[in-house]
Protein backbone atom coordinates (compact mmCIF):
# COMPACT_ATOMS: atom_id res chain seq x y z
CA UNK A 1 0.00 0.00 0.00
CA UNK A 2 1.35 3.59 -0.41
CA UNK A 3 0.74 6.77 2.15
CA UNK A 4 -2.56 7.28 0.12
CA UNK A 5 -4.22 4.09 1.07
CA UNK A 6 -4.34 2.84 -2.57
CA UNK A 7 -2.46 -0.15 -3.80
CA UNK A 8 1.39 0.16 -5.58
CA UNK A 9 1.95 1.31 -9.18
CA UNK A 10 1.44 -1.53 -11.40
CA UNK A 11 0.71 -3.89 -8.23
CA UNK A 12 -0.27 -7.62 -8.83
CA UNK A 13 -4.06 -6.19 -8.08
CA UNK A 14 -3.62 -4.17 -10.81
CA UNK A 15 -2.34 -6.38 -13.25
CA UNK A 16 -5.29 -8.91 -12.34
CA UNK A 17 -8.29 -6.93 -12.76
CA UNK A 18 -6.64 -6.06 -16.10
CA UNK A 19 -5.91 -9.55 -16.94
CA UNK A 20 -9.77 -10.52 -16.24
CA UNK A 21 -11.52 -7.66 -18.14
CA UNK A 22 -8.87 -9.03 -21.47
CA UNK A 23 -10.60 -12.63 -20.89
CA UNK A 24 -14.15 -10.99 -22.01
CA UNK A 25 -17.06 -13.22 -20.81
CA UNK A 26 -20.08 -13.85 -23.01
CA UNK A 27 -21.99 -10.75 -23.13
CA UNK A 28 -18.71 -8.73 -23.45
CA UNK A 29 -17.45 -10.91 -26.65
CA UNK A 30 -17.37 -7.67 -28.92
CA UNK A 31 -15.08 -5.89 -26.59
CA UNK A 32 -13.58 -9.23 -27.19
CA UNK A 33 -14.00 -9.26 -30.71
CA UNK A 34 -12.54 -5.05 -30.87
CA UNK A 35 -9.61 -6.50 -28.94
CA UNK A 36 -8.31 -9.54 -31.48
CA UNK A 37 -8.82 -7.51 -34.31
CA UNK A 38 -6.50 -4.60 -32.54
CA UNK A 39 -4.28 -7.79 -31.81
CA UNK A 40 -3.74 -8.68 -35.12
CA UNK A 41 -3.52 -5.15 -36.92
CA UNK A 42 -0.40 -4.95 -34.54
CA UNK A 43 0.83 -7.77 -35.52
CA UNK A 44 0.65 -7.63 -39.52
CA UNK A 45 1.10 -3.92 -39.27
CA UNK A 46 4.53 -5.05 -37.51
CA UNK A 47 5.62 -8.01 -39.32
CA UNK A 48 4.63 -6.56 -42.36
CA UNK A 49 6.91 -3.30 -42.39
CA UNK A 50 9.51 -5.80 -40.68
CA UNK A 51 9.31 -7.92 -43.85
CA UNK A 52 9.18 -4.77 -46.36
CA UNK A 53 11.70 -2.80 -44.96
CA UNK A 54 14.10 -6.18 -44.84
CA UNK A 55 13.25 -6.73 -48.52
CA UNK A 56 13.72 -3.37 -49.88
CA UNK A 57 17.28 -3.31 -47.77
CA UNK A 58 18.21 -6.26 -49.29
CA UNK A 59 17.17 -4.90 -52.81
CA UNK A 60 19.26 -2.04 -52.45
CA UNK A 61 22.23 -3.96 -50.98
CA UNK A 62 22.39 -6.46 -53.73
CA UNK A 63 21.92 -4.04 -56.52
CA UNK A 64 24.52 -1.93 -54.84
CA UNK A 65 26.87 -5.57 -54.35
CA UNK A 66 26.45 -6.51 -58.06
CA UNK A 67 26.23 -3.24 -59.85
CA UNK A 68 29.13 -1.70 -58.11
CA UNK A 69 31.03 -5.02 -58.09
CA UNK A 70 30.90 -5.24 -61.52
CA UNK A 71 31.18 -1.48 -62.49
CA UNK A 72 33.79 -0.72 -59.88
CA UNK A 73 33.60 2.75 -57.13
CA UNK A 74 35.20 4.72 -59.55
CA UNK A 75 36.03 4.59 -63.30
CA UNK A 76 39.24 6.74 -64.54
CA UNK A 77 38.99 7.76 -67.98
CA UNK A 78 40.82 8.91 -70.27
CA UNK A 79 40.81 12.91 -71.46
CA UNK A 80 40.90 11.89 -75.43
CA UNK A 81 38.85 8.84 -74.88
CA UNK A 82 41.57 6.01 -74.31
CA UNK A 83 44.44 5.52 -71.46
CA UNK A 84 47.85 5.04 -72.74
CA UNK A 85 50.75 3.96 -70.31
CA UNK A 86 47.89 2.33 -68.80
CA UNK A 87 50.21 -0.14 -66.30
CA UNK A 88 52.24 2.66 -64.95
CA UNK A 89 49.06 4.71 -63.97
CA UNK A 90 47.22 1.74 -62.04
CA UNK A 91 50.50 1.21 -60.13
CA UNK A 92 50.30 4.87 -59.34
CA UNK A 93 46.42 4.45 -58.46
CA UNK A 94 47.06 1.30 -56.04
CA UNK A 95 49.52 3.38 -53.74
CA UNK A 96 46.75 5.64 -52.90
CA UNK A 97 45.29 4.88 -49.30
CA UNK A 98 41.96 2.83 -48.93
CA UNK A 99 42.12 1.89 -52.82
CA UNK A 100 41.39 -1.92 -52.74
CA UNK A 101 41.15 -3.29 -56.85
CA UNK A 102 42.41 -1.80 -60.03
CA UNK A 103 41.61 -3.06 -63.20
CA UNK A 104 42.29 -1.84 -66.45
CA UNK A 105 39.92 -2.69 -69.14
CA UNK A 106 39.04 -2.42 -72.96
CA UNK A 107 35.33 -1.67 -73.40
CA UNK A 108 33.02 -1.61 -76.77
CA UNK A 109 29.36 -2.23 -78.33
CA UNK A 110 29.07 -5.63 -80.52
CA UNK A 111 26.66 -7.46 -82.07
CA UNK A 112 26.94 -11.50 -81.21
CA UNK A 113 25.30 -13.55 -83.61
CA UNK A 114 24.37 -17.50 -83.47
CA UNK A 115 22.95 -19.71 -85.44
CA UNK A 116 20.09 -19.46 -83.11
CA UNK A 117 19.38 -15.53 -83.07
CA UNK A 118 21.27 -12.04 -82.71
CA UNK A 119 21.93 -8.95 -80.77
CA UNK A 120 23.70 -6.45 -78.69
CA UNK A 121 26.04 -6.81 -76.26
CA UNK A 122 28.87 -5.04 -74.18
CA UNK A 123 32.37 -6.60 -74.54
CA UNK A 124 35.18 -6.18 -71.60
CA UNK A 125 38.55 -6.85 -72.32
CA UNK A 126 40.61 -7.82 -68.79
CA UNK A 127 43.88 -9.81 -67.87
CA UNK A 128 43.18 -12.50 -66.07
CA UNK A 129 44.49 -11.77 -62.89
CA UNK A 130 41.72 -8.91 -63.16
CA UNK A 131 39.36 -11.36 -64.11
CA UNK A 132 39.72 -13.07 -60.92
CA UNK A 133 39.46 -10.22 -58.73
CA UNK A 134 35.37 -10.09 -59.87
CA UNK A 135 34.15 -12.55 -57.21
CA UNK A 136 30.65 -12.53 -58.74
CA UNK A 137 32.17 -13.59 -62.06
CA UNK A 138 34.60 -16.27 -61.40
CA UNK A 139 32.79 -17.70 -58.00
CA UNK A 140 30.91 -20.83 -57.45
CA UNK A 141 28.20 -19.78 -60.36
CA UNK A 142 31.34 -20.42 -63.51
CA UNK A 143 30.93 -22.80 -65.41
CA UNK A 144 34.13 -23.60 -67.67
CA UNK A 145 37.56 -22.16 -66.63
CA UNK A 146 39.46 -19.23 -67.09
CA UNK A 147 42.61 -20.84 -66.56
CA UNK A 148 45.13 -19.47 -69.21
CA UNK A 149 42.31 -16.96 -70.42
CA UNK A 150 45.19 -14.36 -71.39
CA UNK A 151 46.87 -16.28 -74.08
CA UNK A 152 43.92 -18.45 -75.30
CA UNK A 153 41.29 -17.18 -77.62
CA UNK A 154 38.11 -18.17 -75.32
CA UNK A 155 35.55 -15.78 -74.19
CA UNK A 156 33.34 -15.70 -70.78
CA UNK A 157 29.30 -14.99 -71.38
CA UNK A 158 26.63 -14.96 -69.35
CA UNK A 159 24.30 -17.80 -68.76
CA UNK A 160 21.06 -15.79 -70.35
CA UNK A 161 23.29 -14.93 -73.04
CA UNK A 162 24.57 -19.28 -73.38
CA UNK A 163 20.58 -19.62 -73.19
CA UNK A 164 18.81 -17.04 -75.96
CA UNK A 165 21.69 -18.50 -78.46
CA UNK A 166 21.19 -21.86 -77.54
CA UNK A 167 25.03 -23.04 -77.02
CA UNK A 168 27.44 -23.84 -74.09
CA UNK A 169 30.72 -24.47 -73.25
CA UNK A 170 32.89 -24.86 -76.52
CA UNK A 171 31.04 -23.89 -78.96
CA UNK A 172 31.42 -20.93 -81.06
CA UNK A 173 29.62 -17.44 -81.62
CA UNK A 174 30.32 -14.82 -84.13
CA UNK A 175 31.27 -11.16 -82.53
CA UNK A 176 30.89 -8.46 -85.13
CA UNK A 177 32.30 -4.68 -84.25
CA UNK A 178 30.98 -1.88 -86.71
CA UNK A 179 34.35 0.29 -85.78
CA UNK A 180 36.58 -1.82 -88.38
CA UNK A 181 39.43 -0.63 -91.05
CA UNK A 182 38.48 2.05 -93.60
CA UNK A 183 38.07 0.77 -96.86
CA UNK A 184 37.49 2.80 -100.27
CA UNK A 185 34.08 1.89 -99.60
CA UNK A 186 33.60 3.15 -96.20
CA UNK A 187 34.36 1.49 -92.86
CA UNK A 188 34.49 -2.47 -92.52
CA UNK A 189 33.02 -3.93 -89.72
CA UNK A 190 34.76 -6.54 -87.90
CA UNK A 191 33.77 -9.84 -87.46
CA UNK A 192 35.15 -12.72 -85.76
CA UNK A 193 34.53 -16.23 -84.41
CA UNK A 194 35.19 -17.03 -80.48
CA UNK A 195 34.69 -19.95 -78.64
CA UNK A 196 33.36 -19.69 -75.34
CA UNK A 197 35.48 -20.97 -72.74
CA UNK A 198 33.39 -20.63 -69.60
CA UNK A 199 30.00 -19.19 -69.01
CA UNK A 200 29.27 -16.97 -65.84
CA UNK A 201 26.04 -15.81 -63.18
CA UNK A 202 26.11 -12.56 -61.83
CA UNK A 203 22.28 -13.29 -60.97
CA UNK A 204 21.44 -10.38 -62.40
CA UNK A 205 19.78 -10.36 -65.95
CA UNK A 206 20.82 -7.22 -67.39
CA UNK A 207 24.80 -8.85 -67.08
CA UNK A 208 23.82 -12.27 -67.33
CA UNK A 209 22.41 -11.29 -70.34
CA UNK A 210 24.31 -8.96 -72.26
CA UNK A 211 28.06 -9.00 -71.19
CA UNK A 212 31.30 -10.34 -72.81
CA UNK A 213 34.35 -10.75 -71.27
CA UNK A 214 37.86 -11.37 -73.79
CA UNK A 215 41.17 -11.29 -73.27
CA UNK A 216 42.55 -8.13 -72.76
CA UNK A 217 44.99 -8.38 -75.93
CA UNK A 218 42.33 -10.11 -78.08
CA UNK A 219 40.16 -6.70 -76.95
CA UNK A 220 42.96 -4.64 -77.95
CA UNK A 221 43.59 -6.19 -81.35
CA UNK A 222 40.05 -6.52 -81.85
CA UNK A 223 39.15 -2.94 -80.83
CA UNK A 224 41.77 -1.51 -82.75
CA UNK A 225 43.52 -0.22 -79.44
CA UNK A 226 46.92 -1.36 -79.77
CA UNK A 227 48.32 -0.80 -76.31
CA UNK A 228 45.14 1.73 -74.62
CA UNK A 229 42.13 0.82 -73.01
CA UNK A 230 39.40 2.20 -72.37
CA UNK A 231 38.92 2.85 -68.48
CA UNK A 232 40.06 1.79 -65.39
CA UNK A 233 37.89 0.19 -62.53
CA UNK A 234 39.14 1.20 -59.29
CA UNK A 235 37.27 -0.32 -55.64
CA UNK A 236 37.71 1.75 -52.56
CA UNK A 237 37.10 0.24 -48.86
CA UNK A 238 34.60 2.74 -48.37
CA UNK A 239 31.72 3.10 -51.43
CA UNK A 240 29.67 5.44 -48.82
CA UNK A 241 32.82 7.64 -49.51
CA UNK A 242 33.96 7.65 -52.51
CA UNK A 243 33.96 11.46 -52.84
CA UNK A 244 36.86 11.76 -51.03
CA UNK A 245 39.15 9.62 -52.71
CA UNK A 246 38.89 11.75 -56.04
CA UNK A 247 41.51 14.33 -54.59
CA UNK A 248 44.11 11.74 -54.07
CA UNK A 249 43.38 10.23 -57.14
CA UNK A 250 43.90 13.20 -59.10
CA UNK A 251 46.86 13.78 -57.25
CA UNK A 252 48.25 10.76 -57.87
CA UNK A 253 47.78 10.63 -61.74
CA UNK A 254 47.98 14.41 -62.69
CA UNK A 255 44.99 15.91 -65.38
CA UNK A 256 45.66 12.24 -67.41
CA UNK A 257 42.35 11.09 -65.84
CA UNK A 258 38.94 11.76 -65.48
CA UNK A 259 37.24 10.20 -62.17
CA UNK A 260 33.41 9.84 -62.41
CA UNK A 261 31.66 7.86 -59.40
CA UNK A 262 29.40 5.72 -58.71
CA UNK A 263 27.61 7.79 -57.13
CA UNK A 264 27.46 10.00 -60.01
CA UNK A 265 25.87 7.36 -62.51
CA UNK A 266 23.68 5.77 -60.41
CA UNK A 267 22.75 8.36 -57.76
CA UNK A 268 19.10 8.80 -59.19
CA UNK A 269 18.48 4.70 -59.18
CA UNK A 270 20.04 4.58 -55.32
CA UNK A 271 17.87 7.90 -54.14
CA UNK A 272 14.71 6.28 -56.15
CA UNK A 273 15.15 3.55 -53.99
CA UNK A 274 15.60 5.46 -50.59
CA UNK A 275 12.48 7.51 -51.21
CA UNK A 276 10.06 4.13 -52.64
CA UNK A 277 11.80 2.87 -48.86
CA UNK A 278 10.51 6.29 -46.52
CA UNK A 279 7.19 6.13 -48.27
CA UNK A 280 6.31 2.49 -48.10
CA UNK A 281 7.70 2.91 -44.12
CA UNK A 282 4.96 5.52 -44.24
CA UNK A 283 2.31 3.77 -45.39
CA UNK A 284 2.43 0.30 -43.73
CA UNK A 285 2.83 2.72 -40.49
CA UNK A 286 -0.62 3.48 -40.88
CA UNK A 287 -1.67 -0.24 -40.38
CA UNK A 288 -0.56 -0.01 -36.92
CA UNK A 289 -1.98 3.62 -36.67
CA UNK A 290 -5.63 1.74 -37.32
CA UNK A 291 -4.71 -0.98 -35.01
CA UNK A 292 -4.21 1.69 -32.25
CA UNK A 293 -7.56 3.32 -33.30
CA UNK A 294 -9.28 0.05 -32.42
CA UNK A 295 -7.65 -0.64 -29.03
CA UNK A 296 -8.87 3.31 -28.38
CA UNK A 297 -12.55 2.48 -29.27
CA UNK A 298 -12.11 -1.06 -27.53
CA UNK A 299 -10.73 0.37 -24.04
CA UNK A 300 -13.83 2.91 -24.76
CA UNK A 301 -16.43 0.14 -24.83
CA UNK A 302 -14.56 -1.18 -21.80
CA UNK A 303 -15.01 1.33 -19.76
CA UNK A 304 -18.65 2.10 -20.62
CA UNK A 305 -19.31 -1.04 -19.80
CA UNK A 306 -17.45 -1.60 -16.62
CA UNK A 307 -18.43 1.75 -15.24
CA UNK A 308 -20.37 -0.26 -12.26
CA UNK A 309 -17.16 -2.11 -11.51
CA UNK A 310 -15.09 0.70 -11.61
CA UNK A 311 -17.12 2.83 -9.08
CA UNK A 312 -17.11 0.22 -6.59
CA UNK A 313 -13.60 -0.26 -7.02
CA UNK A 314 -13.49 3.41 -6.12
CA UNK A 315 -15.98 3.57 -3.07
CA UNK A 316 -13.42 0.53 -1.74
CA UNK A 317 -10.63 2.95 -2.04
CA UNK A 318 -9.06 2.53 -5.28
CA UNK A 319 -7.43 5.92 -6.28
CA UNK A 320 -7.70 7.67 -9.79
CA UNK A 321 -4.26 6.10 -10.69
CA UNK A 322 -4.79 2.62 -10.28
CA UNK A 323 -7.90 2.57 -12.45
CA UNK A 324 -5.64 4.76 -14.79
CA UNK A 325 -3.21 1.76 -14.65
CA UNK A 326 -5.72 -0.75 -14.69
CA UNK A 327 -6.93 -0.09 -18.33
CA UNK A 328 -3.35 1.52 -19.21
CA UNK A 329 -2.29 -2.07 -18.92
CA UNK A 330 -5.13 -3.65 -20.28
CA UNK A 331 -4.34 -1.82 -23.68
CA UNK A 332 -0.78 -2.05 -23.50
CA UNK A 333 -0.61 -5.74 -23.27
CA UNK A 334 -2.53 -5.79 -26.78
CA UNK A 335 0.16 -3.57 -28.31
CA UNK A 336 3.22 -5.75 -26.45
CA UNK A 337 1.81 -8.86 -27.19
CA UNK A 338 0.99 -7.92 -31.08
CA UNK A 339 4.08 -6.49 -31.41
CA UNK A 340 6.08 -9.31 -30.08
CA UNK A 341 4.20 -11.71 -32.58
CA UNK A 342 4.34 -9.31 -34.80
CA UNK A 343 8.51 -9.52 -35.10
CA UNK A 344 8.49 -13.15 -34.60
CA UNK A 345 6.55 -12.80 -37.73
CA UNK A 346 8.74 -10.96 -40.11
CA UNK A 347 11.31 -12.48 -38.73
CA UNK A 348 10.42 -15.57 -39.59
CA UNK A 349 9.33 -15.17 -43.32
CA UNK A 350 12.60 -12.52 -43.90
CA UNK A 351 15.13 -16.00 -42.85
CA UNK A 352 12.20 -18.15 -44.72
CA UNK A 353 11.42 -15.32 -47.66
CA UNK A 354 13.08 -17.19 -50.68
CA UNK A 355 11.07 -20.51 -50.24
CA UNK A 356 8.02 -18.51 -49.80
CA UNK A 357 8.52 -16.91 -52.64
CA UNK A 358 8.88 -20.10 -54.51
CA UNK A 359 6.14 -21.84 -52.72
CA UNK A 360 3.59 -19.37 -53.95
CA UNK A 361 5.10 -18.89 -57.57
CA UNK A 362 4.81 -22.28 -57.98
CA UNK A 363 1.45 -22.46 -56.29
CA UNK A 364 -0.63 -19.19 -58.19
CA UNK A 365 1.01 -20.14 -61.26
CA UNK A 366 3.14 -17.15 -61.84
CA UNK A 367 6.35 -15.54 -61.37
CA UNK A 368 6.63 -13.54 -58.38
CA UNK A 369 9.44 -10.79 -58.22
CA UNK A 370 10.47 -11.53 -62.42
CA UNK A 371 14.39 -11.14 -62.79
CA UNK A 372 14.01 -9.31 -66.40
CA UNK A 373 12.14 -6.62 -64.51
CA UNK A 374 13.94 -6.42 -60.56
CA UNK A 375 17.65 -7.19 -62.33
CA UNK A 376 17.89 -10.35 -59.44
CA UNK A 377 17.14 -13.81 -59.81
CA UNK A 378 16.29 -14.61 -55.74
CA UNK A 379 14.49 -12.13 -53.66
CA UNK A 380 16.61 -10.46 -51.13
CA UNK A 381 15.45 -9.94 -47.87
CA UNK A 382 18.02 -8.10 -45.28
CA UNK A 383 16.97 -7.20 -41.61
CA UNK A 384 18.73 -4.66 -39.59
CA UNK A 385 18.83 -4.26 -35.85
CA UNK A 386 18.18 -0.28 -35.67
CA UNK A 387 15.32 -0.40 -37.88
CA UNK A 388 13.80 -3.18 -36.03
CA UNK A 389 14.08 -1.77 -32.86
CA UNK A 390 12.65 1.56 -34.52
CA UNK A 391 9.53 -0.32 -35.63
CA UNK A 392 9.12 -2.25 -32.34
CA UNK A 393 9.25 0.86 -30.14
CA UNK A 394 7.34 2.95 -32.95
CA UNK A 395 4.28 0.37 -32.43
CA UNK A 396 4.74 -0.01 -28.84
CA UNK A 397 4.62 4.16 -28.57
CA UNK A 398 1.46 4.11 -30.54
CA UNK A 399 -0.41 1.54 -28.49
CA UNK A 400 0.52 3.10 -24.88
CA UNK A 401 -1.01 6.25 -26.43
CA UNK A 402 -4.10 4.91 -27.58
CA UNK A 403 -4.94 3.71 -23.87
CA UNK A 404 -4.09 7.11 -22.37
CA UNK A 405 -7.52 8.74 -23.41
CA UNK A 406 -9.59 5.83 -22.36
CA UNK A 407 -7.50 4.99 -19.36
CA UNK A 408 -8.03 9.15 -18.35
CA UNK A 409 -11.46 8.52 -18.91
CA UNK A 410 -12.23 5.74 -16.52
CA UNK A 411 -10.03 7.66 -13.53
CA UNK A 412 -12.40 10.78 -13.96
CA UNK A 413 -15.57 8.44 -13.91
CA UNK A 414 -17.89 9.24 -10.73
CA UNK A 415 -18.87 7.01 -9.21
CA UNK A 416 -22.39 8.05 -7.99
CA UNK A 417 -23.14 8.99 -11.41
CA UNK A 418 -22.03 5.01 -12.25
CA UNK A 419 -24.35 3.58 -9.53
CA UNK A 420 -27.14 5.75 -9.86
CA UNK A 421 -28.97 3.41 -12.19
CA UNK A 422 -27.86 0.09 -10.80
Known amino acids: MDKSGGTLPF ?52 LMDRILGFNGHITAFGIDGS ?28 LVSSQRTSGGALVRGMREEDLRKLKGVTGHNLRGTIAGFDTGEGILIGKRMAFAHNVG ?22 IRPFEIAAVFEVGMSEYDGAVVFMP ?41 LNFVTWETTNRTFFDALIVERNVMFLILTLIILVAALNIISGLIMLVKDKGADIAILRTMGATRGTIMRIFFITGAAIGIVGTIAGIILGVLVCTNIESIRQGLSALLGVGIFPPEIYYLSQLPAKMELGETVLIAVMSLGLAFLATLYPSWRAARLDPVEALRYE
Not at 40 to 52: C, D, E, K, P, Y
Not at 98 to 104: A, D, K, L, N, Y
Not at 243 to 255: F, H, K, S, W
Open 83 to 110: IPDYDDLVKRIERVPGITQVIPYVEGQV
Open 169 to 190: LGDSITIMSPDGPVTPFGIAPR
Open 11 to 62: SPLEWSIAGRYLRARRREGFISVIAGFSFLGITLGVATLIIVMAVMNGFRAE
Open 216 to 256: LAAAQEFFAREDTVSAIQIMVEHPDEVNRYVAALQEATGPL
